[in-house]
């Protein structure tokens, strides 16, 4: 389909180690956005890519947490040494122009569990 | 900070009940207001916005209009269907003056559950 897709749909790690989570963004959008959403909880924004440019992190939660988006399409969110607090579902959302003044299409996400 | 409040769940109707979520939100700048729903298994879509004040988003039944004076931004819907059993998020975007870009921000989100 043309939508947002997101890999691993399910990650279950243990505790320490690393892991790798994949977004695709819809073909020739711009912006890129990672919101980390706890059990019961909204989306929180972690961090905002305009093209290959990160032009946000404040929402990053420790130096574990690192993104990427090397070539402007697909990014990676990599957490490293991971805790039980990083349980989570990661969202990925696209937007088609710079700064995602219109709408963010969202991926299906994935849910990270750290036992 | 900006910050989005909405009424706990679960909300659990009869079909063709009368349905409202409240929202209610804080913000500098300029914002403008979101309603996503998450239907099982799948990812956030967004329902309707509103982009200034006195604005009314609706979509599929559901409307919501934009309240600068009470900071709000209430989901209604007339007549609810089964098919309607979801988590709805109530979120805001901000324009600042000195530009950047929008992140959502969303409020905690309140789940519907509608029987027959």
Redesign the interface.
Same mark, same amino acid.
């Given at each position: 389909g043309a939508g947002v897709s997101q890999s691993p749909r399910y990650k279950v790690a243990k505790r320490g180690q690393d892991v790798a989570l994949r977004c695709d963004p819809i073909s020739g959008h711009v912006s890129l956005f990672w919101y980390q959403q706890a059990l019961g909880q909204g989306p929180e924004f972690l961090t905002y890519f305009q093209n290959e440019a990160q032009l946000d992190k404040s929402g990053l939660p420790s130096d574990r947490f690192f993104a990427e988006r090397p070539e402007g399409s697909v990014s990676t969110l990599k957490i490293q040494r991971t805790q039980q607090e990083d349980s989570a579902v990661y969202l990925c959302a696209s937007s088609s122009i710079a700064g995602g003044y219109n709408e963010q299409f969202f991926g299906p996400g994935t849910r990270l569990t750290v036992l | 900070g900006d910050s989005?409040t909405q009424m706990e769940g679960p909300v659990t109707l009869s079909e063709e009940a009368f349905l409202t979520i409240n929202c209610t939100y804080t913000a500098t700048g300029y914002p403008s207001l979101f309603w /996503?729903v998450q239907y099982p298994g799948?990812? !956030?879509?967004?329902l309707l916005k509103a982009t200034k004040a006195d604005d009314k988003g609706s979509n599929k039944g559901f409307e919501a209009t934009y309240r600068k004076e009470t900071t709000s931004f209430h989901l209604e819907k007339g007549s609810v269907q089964v098919s309607d059993s979801a988590v709805y998020?109530c $979120?805001l *975007?901000v *324009?600042h003056s000195s %530009? %950047? /870009?929008?992140? !959502?921000?969303? %409020? $905690? %989100?309140t789940r519907l559950a509608v029987h027959p």
């Open positions: - | 989005v /996503y799948e990812g !956030l879509q967004l998020f $979120a *975007t *324009t %530009g %950047g /870009y929008n992140k !959502l921000i969303f %409020g $905690a %989100g």
